[in-house]
């Protein structure tokens, strides 16, 4: 493995303030948040796929698919646990490897089988209903996985505290990538993120890994903002993709 299975750690963490500004929509039968750039400043043919954590569409996702429409990428948050995703700071007694094999009624797994339809779907919606032809793919915690399994239709990637990517998928993912880490990660630990620096020097694509200090596994999406350093951490690697979408994606 590059990365752990998701844990608690995956859910814990804060709600953050602000209004949302995009609209929900449908992506055949699955929930998707929309978030879209003034026109003025749009980039043309290029979009945004933002694969998330555990939580899924929710108050904090759909501010940062709101700040990436307002640098210019239309953005979409797809819902990949098919209406059951999980609350924040759910109870330590929650089985998190159970709702994945088999999600909260038994009958709804969050397994790969499962997911990349979604993905898929969300791929050929922007494709053909927007246009899209420079796709770029975000993915946070849970998401990472699905960013590298759908190379060559994402042709650029970043990935923010990834969990549960393999050796293979990374290597697989033969396009530029970009990586916000944490310093405190139980899930993408410091021997997984140098065997990832291994994997990703060897495929030849430009990368980028870059670690945060006195954060953890989840502060680019759920961190305390209150807290001068993690409130810096998220804005950094918030720029940190965008910086490089537009280098290696426009």
């Not at 159970?98 to 990349?116: F, M, Q």
């Amino acid at each position: 493995m590059a990365s752990n299975p998701p844990g608690k750690c995956c859910t814990v963490g804060v709600k953050h303030d602000g209004e949302p500004t995009g609209r929900d929509i449908k992506i055949g039968s699955w929930d998707a948040y929309l978030a879209e750039p003034d026109p003025a400043t749009a980039h043309q043919g290029a979009a945004l796929l933002y694969l998330p954590d555990v939580i899924g569409i929710w108050q904090n996702s759909k501010l940062m698919a709101d700040q990436y429409a307002a640098n210019g990428y239309l953005c979409v948050v797809v819902d990949l646990f098919n209406g059951d995703a999980l609350p924040l700071n759910f109870p330590a007694t929650f089985d998190i490897m159970s709702w994945l094999i088999k999600g909260s009624t038994g009958d709804n797994p969050h397994t790969s089988e499962a997911v990349d339809p979604i993905v898929a779907a969300a791929i050929k919606w922007l494709k053909t209903e927007k246009g899209i032809t420079k796709l770029g793919a975000l993915g946070y915690c849970f998401g990472a996985k699905y960013v590298a399994r759908h190379f060559p239709d994402i042709q650029v990637g970043f990935f923010a505290h990834p969990s549960f990517v393999t050796d293979e998928e990374l290597a697989g993912f033969k396009a530029p990538l970009s990586i916000a880490a944490a310093e405190t990660d139980s899930i993408f630990t410091p021997e997984l993120r140098h065997k990832s620096e291994v994997i990703l020097a060897k495929g030849g694509n430009p990368y980028q890994i870059t670690l945060y200090s006195q954060v953890v596994h989840g502060f680019s999406v759920r961190c305390d903002t209150s807290k001068k350093v993690e409130k810096l951490a998220k804005d950094q690697a918030f720029i940190q993709a965008v910086s490089w979408f537009d280098a290696w994606l426009l």
